[in-house]
């Protein structure tokens, strides 16, 4: 069997809250294929965000395993751990909070090109963000953080995903601030990132966005991976009880025109 991009294996996470142990992640198995895009759904404070950190390296399990491409990231070197975390880029939910105020774009942009010479940084920073429909381009490299709007920011952070040519994105509710519109227009820039080849793991809340982009999708509730598969198998024929209730919560047109 062909080891897959990203494997979790065992992996349990928990934190002191209040003087108590509590357990945001539990025995999770999960994977993501080359290419593969994964959604991982369920309610707020299910431990989806703690999952996604696990993944990416940026904390250390109580138990269990992370591997990128069969290769642990516990028994990594320095080196290769630094090399492995390039193969892997983040969005994070807020993405205001992720950029240093005291860089302007084509300064986070550049930082995310470091391997380029440095003659082809700012063209490529330019490519980045028409990409990703910032325009005009030459004028946004000069603006800072706190002169974008939500959405701005939000094409920012996919364009410097983009930048370190990923082979996985870890995206944490990616379109939660974002308004109908913009929203759309997101998930069209990720598809065109999953058409590069680039696979993702999708941490959301809401099922239409797993719908609409998801090959796979696993429920987690309590921390627990309670049910996962096909997207088409998962949200049209659900096996858990929580997930049936996840999939029932879904506004529907014909809840209010009576039929």
Not at 70 to 85: D, N, S, T
Not at 134 to 151: K, M, Q, V
Not at 207 to 226: K, Y
């Amino acid at each position: 069997m062909t080891e897959p991009l990203l494997r979790l294996a065992g992996i349990a996470k928990s934190f002191h809250r209040g003087g108590e142990r509590v357990a945001a992640v539990v025995d999770a198995d999960l994977h993501v294929g080359y290419g593969e895009s994964v959604a991982l759904v369920g309610e707020s404070g299910s431990g989806k965000s703690t999952l996604a950190r696990l993944a990416l390296g940026l904390m250390a399990p109580d138990k269990g395993s992370v591997f990128l491409e069969g290769r642990c990231l516990a028994e990594m070197a320095p080196a290769a751990f630094a090399e492995a975390r390039t193969a892997m880029q983040p969005i994070f939910q807020d993405p205001g909070q992720s950029f240093n105020p005291r860089r302007n774009v084509g300064e986070a942009l550049a930082q995310a090109l470091w391997r380029r010479p440095r003659v082809e940084r700012r063209p490529r920073s330019l490519d980045l963000l028409n990409r990703v429909g910032l325009r005009p381009a030459e004028t946004i490299l000069g603006r800072y953080p706190h002169e974008l709007s939500g959405g701005q920011k939000q094409r920012l952070a996919v364009a410097r995903a983009a930048a370190m040519s990923p082979k996985l994105i870890v995206a944490d509710e990616p379109l939660s601030g974002a308004d109908v519109s913009i929203r759309g227009q997101m998930l069209n820039l990720l598809s065109e990132l999953r058409r590069d080849g680039v696979a993702f793991l999708m941490i959301t809340h809401d099922i239409s966005v797993a719908r609409a982009f998801a090959d796979r999708v696993a429920v987690m509730q309590h921390g627990v991976i309670v049910e996962s598969g096909p997207a088409a198998t998962v949200l049209e024929r659900p096996e858990h009880a929580y997930t049936r209730r996840l999939i029932a919560s879904v506004p529907r047109l014909d809840h209010y025109s009576g039929t």
